[in-house]
């Protein structure tokens, strides 16, 4: 796995992270916290863009998100999971499926005509 890859994992972490923590924050130092690691999440986001194209990057760290948003409303903060929500949560992992496929194919098509 590129190394690029793990920041953007460790980016989908801490913000998965750190919208559990401001569900959950109920004073000053909780909110210290979820600052905290707001912080370092923003840090793994730009050092995966040094490498791989930012569209890539930023859809993924956006699906993971909202994917996990609703997963976690769901079964850890009481929320509704309805057809709908199922359906466009699949459509977010679709578009982010493709993406990537597609971005992988523009690099190998641009690796062959420098060779």
């Known amino acids: 796995m590129n190394k690029a890859w793990i920041y ?4 989908c972490f801490f913000e998965l992270i750190w919208v559990y923590g401001s569900n959950k924050a109920t ?3 909780h909110w210290l916290i979820v600052i905290a690691v707001i912080i370092i999440d923003f840090y793994f986001l730009p050092k995966a863009c040094e490498t791989l194209p930012t569209g890539t990057v930023y ?3 956006a699906a993971v998100g909202t994917v996990g948003t609703v997963l976690m409303d769901v079964f850890l903060f009481g929320g509704s999971f309805s057809i709908g929500k199922l359906f ?3 459509v977010l992992i679709t578009g982010v499926i493709c ?3 597609a971005d992988n194919v523009e690099e190998k098509k641009m690796v062959k005509e420098v060779l």
Not at 8 to 11: A, G, I, K, R
């Open 8 to 11: 953007v994992l460790l980016t």
């Open 59 to 61: 859809a993924v760290f």
């Open 99 to 101: 993406l990537n496929i």
């Open 88 to 90: 466009f949560v699949a």
């Open 27 to 29: 004073t000053w130092w």
